[in-house]
């Protein structure tokens, strides 16, 4: 909510520009320099202030031309008279309003992002989604907050990350308000909103005032994966700063955040990491198999029966009703794999880890977790699947279904073990002095909870060693290029990749 804080002393790290601002460079060549796709693109990489990534490139080159398509295609309620055109807006819109709070008057100023055009009255937002919008969800507030701003915006003349208030020109409100939504990945687009600068207040009061000024006065800390981005991650008291807790030393690298998903991408082609890292959108057919949607499903059932209020030990009669097929969340299974996860499901009722005195149970599952490591200038980014309390214990729960029991070395098996261990040694975990470190298996011979010892330095020296050797190649490269070979037919990028061997 107050993106120009950071650190006094010294500029932000360089970060590589997201794929929507790759996007919209190219977009300006296009709708304000009027110049041919191919041109246009050739233009943002020569001018681009760091050689962007091949498949960043692989993916703009598509989403322009999506974009382009759908413009042309979007059907509106109110059409322009004759062949008036609406003209391309350099400059965001914004605008400043004084709000009165507790504390007094406060100001908040709004600003959208996206494609802007405007015209016989008009004002016409274009929002840049990376994925499809064909089967996307409409956000009420968002889109209430964009019309609102849109309604009676100013033109923003300063920098948006500066220090001081915008610097705003006066412009001629409009009289009618559109705001459209376009994927980038398949040219599809949904109109938001269509309708009066009243029209756009009124919504904007309904659906939104309450929730902007509830954020913007928000004082809580909520660590997560963007916090690997902030310049005031080493100073936040959400943060714990944790020098020597990878084992590896940073020199004059720029700082990075990483964490076992991100590690396990690197391992399978560093490229791959430069892909979620800027969000561009995945084929998740290619990477899912039977059992990794099963996992899902189980893990997302029983994420759902731990979020209860109260907390509460699982029961066993607590399954999907349809053993045959069922869902949880995205996840859907049917046939074997589906009446397996069932049986997960009930066998888990007799390990669960929110079993202890009534009332005396406090649960968070799927809880992120963020750790500074200033010696190896890495923000640590990873989530629990569950950390509750039971009477004064407090413990970490990892789950895994497991097709066969492995007993060889489990944190091996199981880095999200060996991390839980030494974020507990380090107090990493914010939750007391001692944080218990379990993980439950769910096979189709019946659940096995293990509990690692927290307390024996030689538990927490292997900890440490897998810890270290997976972090190690990904901390000694920086650059992240493509590794084609085997992994490309499972690399749900591989649309947007040049160098693929699917």
């Known amino acids: 909510m107050r993106p120009a804080l950071r650190v006094e002393s010294g500029a932000p790290a360089p970060r590589q520009a997201g794929a929507t601002t790759a996007l919209g460079k190219v977009l300006d060549h296009v709708e304000h320099d009027g110049l041919p796709v191919t041109e246009a693109v050739t233009r943002w990489r020569k001018h681009a202030d760091r050689p962007p990534p091949p498949m ?6 598509k989403a322009v031309r999506y974009y382009l398509t759908a413009c042309a295609e979007i059907v509106w309620a109110e059409e322009l008279p004759g062949e008036s055109k609406l003209a391309p807006v350099s400059r965001n819109w914004g605008r400043r309003r004084r709000v009165e709070s507790d504390g007094g008057e406060v100001v908040h100023e709004e600003v959208v992002s996206g494609r802007r055009f405007e015209g016989e009255g008009v004002r016409e937002l274009r929002l840049l989604r990376t994925r499809s919008v064909r089967d996307r969800a409409r956000d009420e507030a968002e889109i209430a907050l964009a019309a609102g701003v849109v309604a009676s915006a100013s033109v923003v003349l300063s920098g948006m990350w500066d220090r001081r208030a915008l610097t705003l020109r006066p412009a001629l409100a409009p009289h009618r308000v559109r705001v459209v939504e376009i994927g980038c990945s398949d040219g599809s687009h949904n109109v938001l909103f269509e309708g009066t600068s ?7 009061q309904r659906d939104a005032e309450s929730l902007v000024s ?16 902030c310049d005031l991650v080493g100073q936040c008291p959400a943060v714990p700063v944790r ?3 990878l084992g590896v030393d940073g020199g004059g690298l720029s700082r990075r955040s990483w964490s076992l998903s991100s590690g396990r991408s690197f391992d399978d082609c560093p490229a791959r990491l430069v892909a979620e890292r800027l969000f561009l959108p995945r084929e998740r057919a290619t990477e899912d198999s039977d059992h990794t949607r099963r996992g899902q499903a189980v893990h997302g059932w029983l994420e759902d029966l731990h979020r209860r209020v109260p907390a509460r030990a699982c029961a066993a009669d607590e399954t999907p009703p349809t053993p045959d097929a069922w869902s949880a969340g995205r996840w859907s299974v049917s046939g074997e794999q589906a009446r397996l996860g069932v049986q997960m499901i009930a066998d888990h ?11 005396d149970v406090e649960a968070h599952p799927e809880r992120p977790v963020v750790v500074f490591d200033p010696k190896a200038n890495v923000v640590v980014v990873a989530k629990t699947d569950l950390l509750c309390r039971s009477g004064d214990v407090w413990k970490v ?4 279904t497991v097709s066969v029991l492995d007993e060889s070395d ?6 999200q073990l060996a991390l839980a261990v030494v974020l507990s040694a380090e107090d990493g975990l914010r939750a007391g002095d001692h944080v218990r470190v379990e993980l439950e298996r769910l096979s189709a011979t019946g659940p096995v909870v293990t509990e690692l010892d927290v307390d024996d330095p030689e ?6 060693s897998v810890v270290q050797a997976r972090v190690g190649a990904w901390h000694a490269s920086p650059a992240l290029t493509a590794k084609p070979g085997r992994v490309c037919k499972t690399c749900p990028f591989t649309q947007w990749c040049p160098e693929s061997k699917a």
């Open 56 to 61: 960043l490139v692989g993916w703009v080159t």
């Open 198 to 204: 009243q029209e756009a207040h009124e919504k904007y």
């Open 214 to 229: 509830e954020a913007a006065s928000g004082t809580e800390y909520l660590p997560g994966s963007d916090c690997g981005g």
């Open 243 to 245: 020098p020597g807790l």
């Open 349 to 359: 009722s007799l390990t669960c880890a929110l079993r202890g005195p009534a009332g």
């Open 397 to 400: 729960r990892e789950t895994k």
């Open 410 to 415: 489990l944190m091996t098996q199981f880095p």
């Open 459 to 464: 538990v927490v020296a292997a900890a440490r």
